[in-house]
């Protein structure tokens, strides 16, 4: 992944994991692995779980720990009322910033 992608994701990764988390709770491991399927594929395991520190703490989950089979119970997180109302949020804002950003592109392609 180009230094680009990486920099334009830190902006937008906690809104991903939000709407992954709207389809149906997870844990760590299974929002990372859901990522990779949907083509997100050099993001770290370290990266997601940083991030599920931080909605945390800003209470945009509640969290559950659930008994594992191998090893110490695992936290399932879901997407709470706050959560949800977070996720509009970052919606409305990649609307606008998209449709802003396509028409700049438009108006660059046809200059060249």
């Known amino acids: 992944m180009g230094k680009q992608m990486t920099e334009m994701l830190k902006g937008t990764l906690e ?21 990779r399927e949907r083509g997100f594929a050099d993001i770290a395991e370290g990266t997601i779980y940083a991030l599920l520190v931080r909605i945390e703490q800003k209470k945009l989950v509640d969290v559950e720990k659930v008994p594992s089979e191998k090893g110490p ?13 977070e996720l509009e949020e ?23």
């Open 73 to 85: 119970p695992r936290k399932v997180y879901t997407l709470n009322a706050q959560g949800a109302q």
């Open 15 to 35: 809104g991903i994991v939000l709407a992954l988390l709207a389809e149906q709770p997870a844990y760590g491991y299974d929002i990372t692995a859901r990522l």
């Open 90 to 112: 970052f919606w409305k804002t990649w609307s606008f910033l998209s449709q802003h950003i396509e028409q700049l592109n438009k108006t660059e392609n046809k200059e060249n």
